[in-house]
């Protein structure tokens, strides 16, 4: 049996390794268009931000560690199109420009996105970036690191937007922020959240430009100024950071289901609409424990999971993913914030009659050195009181008990659950009511 994997990064290389180790006798083929394997994108903020020097502490996995595992592995090759009912892939060798038809028995689609350029005059000037592979991560890091370059503009004020300010603010830049929406992160974090985040930046002496469109970046041969609004801001280099598109174009001619922005639809088994052809990772969506429809979450989290199970599934265990709950964070400055399940206006929009609560309490004893606020909101059913979301920002310990709420909803607790779990304390780390005890109790 030959499977061939499009992509080879989390979810491409995490079902590989998984059908290697199931089947041992099954030849697994991996076409990947850049010239690494298992590539950790998320580290590469943070890599800009001069955190570490070393590139390599962000690859997982080399071809040759793949291989001796019995994987092989095409790097500068990518693919140009499927033909699902001759059951072959064509596939064009980027070093030498030679095409291959490839057959296959079994095929995963695992080709990742790529970042989205809004439409904006003279985004091609030099020492304007996206963000999204090494290459861009190596580009960013030197221009980062040039004294020359002060200020610095971002487009866009999602995960990675917010992540590369505090990587230019690290690196000792002055940083504006353009935001076409009303507030950052809107998509991700409830308001309460979000005015902390946005509060904390404007402390720091970030200027924020909300419900702001950049239409112009200005120069000769680079970038000078940016235009928003008919006004001009000075910047040394910007970084469009305006989400993420998957890279499925090469499947139009099949008859592979979409959803509109190109995401691959698929079941639980992660197989799409063509039988014994999967896909999981950035270019698909995924399932979500808690929504009546399947979600574009491209999280690495649910890439490596999602991957795993459609390795077994490429060794015919059929089985089944269990759904993700979109648990994600982000440090900022000096804040960290998280989040799983529902927002409210989500659960709302699938139907769910829900209640909140927000409230503020302290993330250890006050007599314990380093004492700050924590804020938890609770998202639940009208009812039956059962946990639907959360999120949590603070200065320290607010992220790890986002996962404490991801168990909660995954075994389906009520608030009442959560306001009498039995959470472990000690100053150092907590009051002998937990904020999320507080949290449940105070959900009525």
Known sequence: MRVVIIGGNAAGMSAAAKLRRMNPEAEVVVY????????????????????FENENRMIVRTKEQAEKAGIQVHLQHEVKNVDETKKTVQVLNLKDQSIQIVTYDKLMIASGASAIVPSIKNASLANVFTLRNLEDGRSIREKMLDPNVKNVAIIGAGFIGLELVDAAVHQGKQVRVFQMEDRILKEVFEKEVTDILEQEL?????????????????????????????????ADMVIITAGIRPNTSFLEDTSIKR?????????????????????????????????????YIPLATTANKLGRIVGENLADAKKEFPGTLGASCLKLLSLEAGRVGLSEEEAKADGYDVKSVFITDKNHTDYYPGQEPIHVKLVYENGTKKLLGGQIIGKSDAVMRVNVLSAAITMGMTTEQLGMLDLCYAPPFARTWDVLNIAGNAAK
Not at 208 to 222: A, N, P, R, S
Not at 263 to 285: H, Q, R, W
């Open 32 to 51: 990947e268009s850049k010239d690494y394997i298992s590539f950790g994108a998320c580290g590469l903020p943070y890599f800009i931000g001069d955190f």
């Open 202 to 234: 404007v402390e720091k002496g970030i200027t924020l430009h909300l419900g702001t469109q950049v239409t112009e970046l200005i120069g000769d041969d680079k970038v000078t100024h940016v235009k928003a609004e008919e006004v001009s801001y000075d």
């Open 259 to 295: 959803v509109k922005n190109g995401a691959v639809v698929v079941d639980a088994l992660g197989m799409t609409s063509v039988n014994e052809i999967y896909a999981a990772g950035d270019c698909a969506v995924v399932k979500h424990h808690l929504k009546s429809d399947s979600s």
